[in-house]
């Protein structure tokens, strides 16, 4: 009998991310691993689609802005003169760390340069957007106590890859 995507679960998957319009937006090829069921970072819609799929099933779902990436917030959208922005950020791309009055963090991004203003966005890149994974499980196993409690795999993301069957590395 094989083993399925359940709770308190080790699922260990790869993923092509689409736009609405099917074009490839993202491709992770390094297998990342997540607890199954316990509030992982995984998006919960994607969770749910994988939830009682079994190893080297292809999972495919469409996932709304409100259940994937959110929507687009344009009160997390900044623009100031380029002088006033220090120069190791002034190319698009670039990425800056801020933290305000009660010690939260929140990563933006340069979206846009123009005209002597420099456009940071602390969205998301696919927020306002519908996408669709698909998703190959490569491998299922019992969580550990530990990795329940913690909601995250022992080893890092692609260490955990193992033929069940044979003990070695996939």
């Given amino acids: 009998m094989s083993i ?3 709770q308190n679960k080790l ?9 609405d319009a099917g074009d490839k937006i993202e491709q992770n090829d390094v297998p990342v691993s997540y607890v199954h069921g316990v509030g992982s970072e995984l998006l919960p819609a994607l969770e749910k689609a994988l939830d009682g799929h079994e190893v080297d099933d292809v999972v495919s779902v469409t996932i709304s802005p409100e259940d994937g990436f ?7 959208m900044f623009s100031d003169k380029i002088d006033n922005v ?13 933290q305000n009055e009660n010690g ?5 991004i340069v979206s846009k340069i123009e005209d002597n203003m420099l456009t940071l966005d602390g969205n998301h890149p696919f927020a306002g957007k519908t996408v669709s994974f698909d998703a190959t ?25 193992m033929d069940t069957a044979t003990g070695a590395p996939h």
Wanted: aromatic share 10%; no cysteine.
């Fill in 4 to 6: 399925s995507v359940s």
């Fill in 11 to 19: 699922v260990t998957i790869t993923y092509i991310i689409k736009d």
């Fill in 70 to 76: 959110g929507t687009h917030d344009p009160e997390l």
């Fill in 86 to 98: 220090p120069e190791e950020f002034r190319y698009v791309g670039a990425q800056a760390e801020f």
């Fill in 104 to 108: 939260e963090t929140k990563l933006f």
């Fill in 137 to 161: 499980i490569h491998n299922i196993r019992d969580a550990t106590e530990e990795e329940i409690a913690n909601k995250t795999p022992a080893q890092p993301y692609g260490v955990d890859v």
